[in-house]
């Protein structure tokens, strides 16, 4: 199968942190327009800390992606507050990543990803309601609005939608697993799609897009979700992901992990008949 291609952002140099740390202080935001670089509000999901336990089997009945969302933020953050004043300061750097070749613009606004459109089953898998918390880098994190969040990946037997590979065949014309939503006035934006599988030479991931239109000009930033790989190793056990054992690449052999993937982990909860998380991002526009 095709690996992901180079990326279409950078990390920051060091010197480049420095400089941006001396003229902002504890905030970090990169001035590199068009590109939204990226940055995290405060909280303990800004360190990309991943959950330490293994998934329980969830006894409640599903619920909304916003619910999940909540869910999500009070278990993440149910930290001490010195912890994570210690962990992380006002903003960090959240660096892009590679769109990889399974981008596709199918311009799609639906909440609920996981089913294909031309005949509504949704996907096999764990159900994950993920949210995204969207904001603006000033001399404050704000939320920011009207920015368009899209999300793709994989489904639990490593098949992309609306793509022709060499090693699962064509699923041209097909839409499981995409779809964007536009961030409310919280800066919010919630999906409900299944916990990604796997494929070869990559490990576990989901892509996202966030685009803006503002003054006229357009912005964008494209990176990557990542998943504590002890915390799929027991999701995993279970069907439909138990059917395909033996994944070949986890977190630290995978280089595109390596820049920068444990600032883009998800801290991850049960919730439901499945997980929920949410990923905080600060964008400066």
Known sequence: MDNDDQPVGRLLTRREMLKLLGALGATVAVGCAPRLPGATATGATATGATATTAPTAPTTAPISPTTAATTATTTATNVPAAAVATAVPACVVRPEQTEG???????????????????????????????????????????LPGAVVDVWHCDAEGVYSGVSDNNFGSTVGQDFLRGYQVTDAGGAATFTTIYPGWYRGRT????????????????????????????????????????????????????IYRDGGNLLTLAVAPAGDGYAAVFEIGLQV
Do not use: M, W
Not at 115 to 126: E, K, L, N, Q, W
Not at 235 to 255: K, S
């Open 101 to 143: 070749p399974y981008f596709v613009d199918t311009q799609l606004n639906r909440a609920d990803i996981r089913a294909d459109t031309s005949d509504g089953t949704p996907r096999p898998g764990a159900p994950l309601a993920l949210g995204f918390l969207v904001s603006r880098i000033g001399d404050t994190c704000a939320p």
């Open 204 to 255: 576990v991931h989901i892509h996202f897009k966030i685009r803006l239109e503002e003054n006229g000009a357009t912005y964008e930033f494209t990176s990557q979700l990542y998943f504590d790989d002890t915390f799929t190793d027991a999701v995993y056990a279970a069907a439909p992901y138990a059917a395909r054992p033996n994944r070949d690449t986890r977190n630290a052999n995978d280089g």
